[in-house]
Each structure stands twice: as structure tokens, then as C-alpha cells.
């Protein structure tokens, strides 16, 4: 029996009221604190930075691989490390909010549950976290060796991969309590995702899960269980989706939001999970082709769909900590666990011979990169900012004697409608059987598109593949001709191709104006630069249309611009090794971003 409509609003109420509750009184913040961050639209750096000690963001600003070497060598206890990170978490949790819903007030205080506030994380672990790094530490001291090469070191999880204990609710109300909405009780609570396990033998700190999107199916973070989720770095903005509470979280949460520390989430990528998130927020972030990492036991929208499946992704602060994390992951074997699972360990060869065409400061060697910059899909122009960002890759590589050429490839316009054609096949059946578990609407930007119609036909379904098929074999095809080509900043979910993402540059307002005589080159352009000229912030059941350039041309300004860099399929040791070498040389131009 459906439950009756008004008690899915109860459920969500009560989860944000037991999250709220996870959090130590001490770590608790006033009435004022919350008003000053509610009237802040950066709320990274120092804002965050004056909630903690010194002795915190000491910890806070260690990069990921020399936290490891200083809990190793016993500079930093597990316990302290972590109880910095999950303090900063729930600092972060508190103040992100949507400053145009004020909290509603409740015998003069606020209530947590009506606040919009408290819609970074889906799950606050801090107990088991906690309990994580005291046994840790004992390990240490007991063996005199760390558990595995993340020995301490905190991570967070996009809510899809279950924990044992915690809710997975994948940003469903009928989830809440449940295993993927079912309560039978040797799986609630019961099953644990391969990777987790995976994570805890690495010695990793599992201290939260993150928010996420209804669905997973839309570059935003909204559900109606938290609200939205905005950008921290300037909450006029999104922060990106599907994993964009991680974005949120490690903007001003544990170790990410400070200054730029390294710390990483595990994430899903459908169709940008990870890239689009860590764009908007100025991160980092590798999409592996799928099952190079383990999916089992793992949430998903539509699961029987993997013709086009979505990849275990990874974000995090810094081009390092990525690397640090995929490679940890792969020494597990993780094939031997999951018969999905490619068998490729991490291939060193591979990495040092990308990295060795150049220089310390990037600057090419021998054999220099070939690297094809894909500048409009001939869809949609990129704004300012971000045709700003690839002229900046374009000049940087280009002074540093490497190959530049502009990419043409096959239209993306058929792979997105065979992509997305994928992902509606069932005919939204998937997505509305869990929203009828509670009762709960299809969150506003999404009614359009996932309204309950009849699937499509098997004949149908197979047309599609072939279309899929050709079109991949057409953009071999084309990348054969160029030659050699290594990497390009283009993303095509369809071809399954890795893909990472780095920081470039940030918008500034005295450079990126916007061109009032463009020619939009479609309704689809035309309204992409609408969003241009303005802002338009969803929440829950309505649109607040916030500023224009012309009302506040600081609208944009110091937004995070970043880029992809693709590769051919199981191609990530080349892709992060290119990344590696684009952010050491937009480092030395003095293009740094970080948060």
C-alpha cells in the first residue's frame, strides 16, 4: 500500500532531525554564527577557517600523501586526524544554505529540521569513524606498520554504496530505514558495498556519506530530503551534480574546504557525476571506464541498464590524492572479488612514459603531447569563462612546445539523444516505483523529462544499440585520423572513455563580460546564455530568480572554471598522468585554484 502523501514530508523531517543529532553539542553553532553564514556567499577559506583551531587546520591543510607519511611515522594520531575532519564536516553541514529560505524558527531558536541548512550529507559516521582511527592507531602501535597505504585517512561516500549500520537512501524518501526500499531485515543496515570493504582494509576513515540528486539523473543536488545543495565557494551558484554534495562538503567540510587540503570522496559517474561537480566547485576528479572498479553491492537508478552504465568515480582536492586513491583501490585486486571487474592492475609503465614527455615545470621533451581542444560542440557556446579557461590551456601548452590542434569530431548531438535515450528507456518505471514507496513527487526539474509512459520496445532498444555502436566506431574512427592524439578536453558518456578534471582559472568579472551581440546558434544556446545574463537557483517546489549582470555583475565572479581531459577506454594512468602535467604547468603560469 502507498503511503499517504503527507508522510513522506514526516520521514524526510525525521531524518534531518536524527542527522542533525549526530553532530557533538560542542560542534553545535550558535544562532549568530548561522545568520553570518547565511548573509556569506564564499563560505570557503577563512570563513571555515574560523570555526577550527590551529592544531585542526594544521591537519587540515596536510596534503593527502604527507598526512599518510605523518601518521605513519606517528607526527599525527588517526584519532586527531580524523576528529578534524569530521568537525569541519559538521561545520559544513550546519552553514551551507539556500540564503533566499531563511530557517524557521522555533521557540525563538531554529529548527534544524525546517532549516535550509543541514544538506550536505546524507549520513554523519563520526562515531564510526571515530571508532575506526582508535583501532588504527592500536594497530600501529601493536605492529609498528599502517593497516594499508590510507591508514587514516578520511574519506567520504557519495549515498549510493552502502556501509553496514547506515541508511542508504540514494535521495529517496522511501528509502529512509530500508534496504533500496525493501525491509527485510537481514539486509537492512546488513549489506556492505565490495569497494567499502575494499576502503576499510586500506585503513581508509569512513566518516560520512554525501548528497546527492532524485534520481541521480540531473547535474544538480536536490531531493526532498535535504533540499538543495548549492555551490560553497559562491552559494548564488549550483554546485553541480550527481555527487555534488561531496563538492559541497569538501569545499568547507573536513579536509577540503580549508584551504585546498586533499581529501577525496568514492563517487558514481552516469553521465558527469564526478566531472561536473568538481568543475563547478574547482576540484579534482577521474572517471574510469566502467568496472575498472568494483559496482557491487553498489545503488543505482535503473540497475538492469548497462549498455550504458555508470563507473566508480573519484574527487578530491588535489591531482595527488586521486592518484593515491585509484591505485590503492587497484592493488586490492579487486577483480578477484567481482567478476565484473576488469583485470588491469595500475600500469606504472604507462604513467612514467606520459609523465617523462615533460619536464618538471611541464614544458615538452622529446616526445612532446598531442592534445586536441574541442572548443564548441556546435550546440552550445561555452560562456566566457570557460572559453577563457581553454585558451588558457591552449597558450600554456602551446609555450611549452607541445601539440595543440583543434578537435572535430563526430556530432555529440547523436550521442547524447542515444544516451539519454538509454537512460528513459524503461519509461521512468525504475525511478517511480521507489518515489511510490513513500509517495513522495518527482523533484521540479526533472518532472518534465520523467513523467511514467510505457517503455520502449525490445526492437527499439536493439536500434539504439546500433545507433550507439556506429556512432562509437565513427569517433574511433576519427581520433585514429588525428594521429596519435593522447588526451582531449571532451566528454562523451557514451564511449565510456576515461575522463579527469582540473581547475584552470576562476570567472572574473572584468574580463568575461558577456557579448550582448551573439547570435545564439539554437533554443537550446539560446537559453544556455540566458543562464549567462542570470542566475536561476532551484529549491524544492519553486524558482527564485536571484540576479542579473546587470543588477550584480559579481554574480559569476571568482566562480571555479574547470576542464576535462579524455582518453581512449582504460586509459586512466594517461589521463591522470596529462592532468598532472596540465596542473603543474597552470600552476607555474600562476593559474592556481584552489579552494
Known amino acids: 500500500m502507498q503511503i499517504l502523501p503527507a508522510s513522506w514530508q514526516a520521514a524526510a523531517r525525521a531524518k534531518r532531525l536524527d542527522l542533525h543529532s549526530r553532530i557533538p553539542k560542542e560542534w553545535l553553532l550558535s544562532d549568530f554564527d ?22 585542526e587546520k594544521n591537519i587540515i591543510d596536510q596534503g593527502s600523501v604527507s598526512l599518510a607519511e605523518k601518521i605513519k611515522r606517528r607526527e599525527y594520531t588517526a584519532v586527531a586526524v580524523t576528529q578534524a575532519f569530521c568537525k569541519t564536516a559538521a561545520i559544513a553541514q550546519q552553514i551551507v544554505s539556500l540564503t533566499l529560505c531563511p530557517a524557521i524558527a522555533t521557540n525563538g531558536r531554529r529548527d534544524p529540521a525546517d ?59 522511501g528509502w529512509i530505514g530500508t534496504y533500496e526500499g525493501s525491509k527485510d531485515p537481514a539486509k537492512v543496515h546488513h549489506i556492505e558495498s565490495q569497494i567499502v570493504k575494499e576502503l576499510l ?48 562538503d569538501i569545499g568547507q567540510s573536513p579536509v577540503q574546504w580549508t584551504r585546498a587540503p586533499e581529501y577525496y570522496e568514492l563517487t558514481l559517474a552516469k553521465g558527469g557525476s564526478v566531472r561536473i561537480p568538481a568543475a563547478f566547485c574547482g576540484m579534482y576528479s577521474i572517471k574510469p571506464t566502467h568496472n575498472r572498479l568494483s559496482y557491487r553491492d553498489v545503488a543505482n537508478t535503473n540497475p538492469g ?32 572479488r567481482d567478476p565484473n571487474v576488469v583485470k588491469i592492475p595500475w600500469d606504472s609503465k604507462t604513467e612514467t612514459l606520459t609523465l617523462a614527455r615533460a619536464d618538471a615545470k611541464g614544458f615538452a621533451k622529446d616526445a612532446p603531447l598531442k592534445i586536441g581542444i574541442y572548443w564548441t560542440d556546435g550546440v ?23 601539440k595543440v590542434v583543434d578537435w572535430d569530431p563526430p556530432s555529440q548531438s547523436t ?60 569517433y574511433c574512427d576519427y581520433w585514429n585520423s588525428t594521429s596519435h592524439a593522447d588526451a582531449y578536453t571532451e566528454s562523451i558518456n557514451l564511449m565510456d572513455y576515461s575522463a579527469a578534471v582540473i ?75 596529462i592532468a598532472k602535467i596540465l596542473d603543474t604547468a ?4 600562476g593559474e592556481e585554484i584552489s579552494i
Not at 545543495?229 to 555534488?244: A, D, I, K, M, R
Not at 597552470?586 to 603560469?589: G, I, M, S, V, Y
Open 586 to 589: 597552470l600552476k607555474n603560469r
Open 201 to 248: 582494509s586500506l585503513g581508509a576513515v569512513l566518516f560520512c556519506k554525501t548528497s546527492l540528486p532524485q534520481t541521480l539523473l540531473i547535474g544538480e543536488t536536490i531531493n526532498n530530503i535535504i533540499g538543495t545543495t548549492l555551490n560553497p565557494v559562491n552559494q548564488l551558484l549550483s554546485c553541480g551534480g550527481s555527487s555534488g554534495g561531496f563538492g559541497t
Open 34 to 55: 548561522l545568520e553570518k553564514a547565511e548573509r556569506q556567499r564564499n563560505l570557503t577559506g577563512t570563513f571555515i577557517d574560523s570555526f577550527l583551531d590551529d592544531d
Open 380 to 402: 552550445v557556446t561555452p560562456h566566457p569563462p570557460v572559453k577563457r579557461g581553454l585558451c588558457i590551456v591552449h597558450d600554456v601548452l602551446e609555450v611549452l612546445k607541445h
Open 115 to 173: 532549516s535550509a541548512k543541514n544538506n550536505c550529507l546524507h549520513e554523519i559516521m563520526f562515531d564510526f569513524a571515530m571508532q575506526t582511527a582508535t583501532d588504527l592507531d592500536q594497530h600501529l602501535a601493536d605492529s609498528g606498520t599502517v593497516k594499508g597505504p590510507l591508514h587514516g585517512l578520511p574519506v567520504s561516500l557519495k549515498d549510493q554504496f552502502h556501509v553496514k549500520g547506515y541508511d542508504t537512501t540514494m535521495g529517496y524518501v
Open 305 to 336: 541498464q548497462d549498455t550504458y552504465a555508470s563507473s566508480v568515480g573519484i574527487m578530491g582536492t588535489t591531482v595527488d590524492a586521486i592518484r593515491l586513491v585509484l591505485t590503492s583501490m587497484l592493488s586490492t585486486s579487486p577483480w578477484l
Open 415 to 474: 550521442a547524447k539523444r542515444v544516451h539519454v535515450a538509454f537512460l528513459k528507456a524503461d519509461g521512468a518505471h525504475d525511478v517511480h516505483q521507489q518515489l511510490d514507496l513513500s509517495g513522495e513527487p518527482l523533484i521540479p526539474p526533472l518532472r518534465g523529462s520523467f513523467q511514467l509512459r510505457d517503455p520502449i520496445s525490445l526492437l527499439e532498444y536493439q536500434d539504439l544499440t546500433l545507433q550507439g555502436k556506429a556512432y562509437n566506431e565513427a
Open 503 to 577: 581547475p584552470v582559472t576562476r570567472a572574473d568579472k572584468s574580463v568575461d563580460v558577456f557579448d550582448h551581440a551573439y547570435q545564439p546558434l539554437n533554443e537550446v544556446d539560446r537559453k544556455n546564455w540566458e543562464a549567462c545574463k542570470s542566475t536561476l537557483l532551484l529549491y524544492s517546489y519553486r524558482s527564485v530568480l536571484i540576479k542579473t549582470p546587470e543588477d550584480d555583475p559579481d554574480t559569476y565572479d571568482g566562480a571555479p572554471v574547470g576542464l576535462q581531459i579524455v582518453a581512449r577506454k582504460w586509459e586512466e594512468e594517461k589521463v591522470w598522468a
